[in-house]
């Protein structure tokens, strides 16, 4: 079986004064107010592309699935790459790559998270950071790690819950607050969910 190997990252970036820029460890202390409205160099976020591209390689080289572009019309968008399992009780994968440069990845049928979260100079966010934690969301979903829920309450009120787990750590959980809108497409996914083994989405088939 194929192993996964992440590709080699980015330059450094230099200030004025020629020096390099240490991301992630900028701040002593609260970031300045004007940081929050500022993302300097958003190209050192570019690696996560490469990274992701490789991921969708190795999931194609180890896995059941099938992987196709997708047509869109989202804007800041570059591609959209579907990966789907071959077991429908196994989360598929939609890698959105943006002009930021970024990369959104939703799992599942309600879970997206983007990388990098922000890119603000406040957060001084990392692309090493970001990489860790997609491939950390990426190798959940194929091992079988990841699970998601949708409970209706009265009305037209949902909670969307979800929860990734490490190989062999904790886990990190989470949901979005009641006011969720209720529709056809969103009770839909809550039936397919409810008939997951165990509630939780399963490892895709190698």
Same mark, same amino acid.
């Given at each position: 079986?194929p ?5 080699v ?13 240490d ?56 591609k ?27 799992a ?9 979260? /922000?890119? /603000?100079?406040? /957060? ?30 009265n009305?037209?009120s ?15 959980a989470?949901?979005t ?9 969103l ?20």
């Amino acid at each position: 079986m194929p192993k996964y190997t992440r590709p080699v990252g980015a330059r450094p970036f230099l200030d004025e004064s020629g020096a390099v820029i240490d991301y992630g460890k900028r701040w002593d202390g609260s970031p300045p107010d004007d940081s929050y409205s500022r993302v300097s160099n958003p190209k050192r976020f570019a690696p996560l592309q490469n990274i992701a591209d490789a991921l969708i390689e190795h999931l194609r080289l180890t896995y059941l699935t099938d992987v196709a572009a997708l047509e869109h019309s989202m804007p800041d968008t570059a591609k959209l790459i579907a990966v789907t399992p071959e077991h429908l009780d196994a989360a598929p994968l939609v890698f959105r790559f943006t002009s930021f440069p970024g990369v959104e990845i939703r799992a599942g049928v309600r879970y997206r998270e983007a990388f990098p979260f /922000c890119g /603000c100079d406040a /957060c001084d966010e990392t692309w090493g950071d970001a990489a860790d934690e997609m491939e950390r969301l990426v190798f959940a979903v194929s091992d079988g790690r990841f699970g998601e829920r949708i409970v209706l309450a009265n009305g037209d009120s949902a909670r969307v819950e979800h929860r990734v787990e490490s190989a062999g750590q904790g886990g990190r959980a989470g949901s979005t607050a009641h006011g969720v809108q209720v529709d056809p497409e969103l009770r839909a996914h809550a039936a397919r969910l409810d008939r997951l083994p165990n509630g939780r989405w399963q490892a895709w088939g190698r």
